[in-house]
């Protein structure tokens, strides 16, 4: 729609300088130039200097929109990479309780263990003993 609008525009603007080039040699007296200097001229300069902001508007707007894209892929990957890490430090946690669990069952059997010592120690005292 903006564009549609500004095609008119800007095809407004160069029949405008066309039939100024057209009536140069034929309507060239003071009120001609006043006209000429007060309103065409500048319309002229103002016609051109939109032409240019709007291609540099347009240019802007590129490459804001490939910087969007980017950002949008950068988001989608640390989307992604955020999930595996999730995955992976759920994972680590689970071990992390296996492990304290197996440490608690070999705490557990190591004090078993150590309090059997002295009976172990009196079967062998009994055994060596036994034998003469």
């Known amino acids: 729609m903006f564009n549609d609008a500004l095609w008119r525009m800007s095809q407004q603007s160069r029949r405008l300088q066309e039939l100024r080039r057209e009536i140069e040699g034929i309507w060239d007296d003071n009120a001609a130039r006043e006209l000429n200097t007060r309103y065409l001229h500048p319309h002229q300069e103002d016609d051109l200097q939109m ?3 709007y291609r540099e508007q347009q240019d802007k707007l ?7 894209t980017a950002a949008q892929e950068h988001e989608a ?3 992604r990479l955020s999930s595996q890490i ?14 304290h669990r197996g440490y ?3 705490l557990s059997y190591q004090a078993e263990s150590r309090s059997q010592l002295p009976l172990v120690q009196d079967y062998i005292r009994r055994a060596n003993s036994a034998c003469p």
């Open 86 to 99: 999730t995955d992976t430090l759920d994972i680590a946690e689970e071990e992390m309780q296996n492990a």
């Open 62 to 68: 590129g490459q804001a929109q490939l910087k969007v």
């Open 104 to 106: 608690d069952l070999y």
């Open 77 to 79: 990957s640390v989307e």
């Open 51 to 53: 032409g240019l902001s």
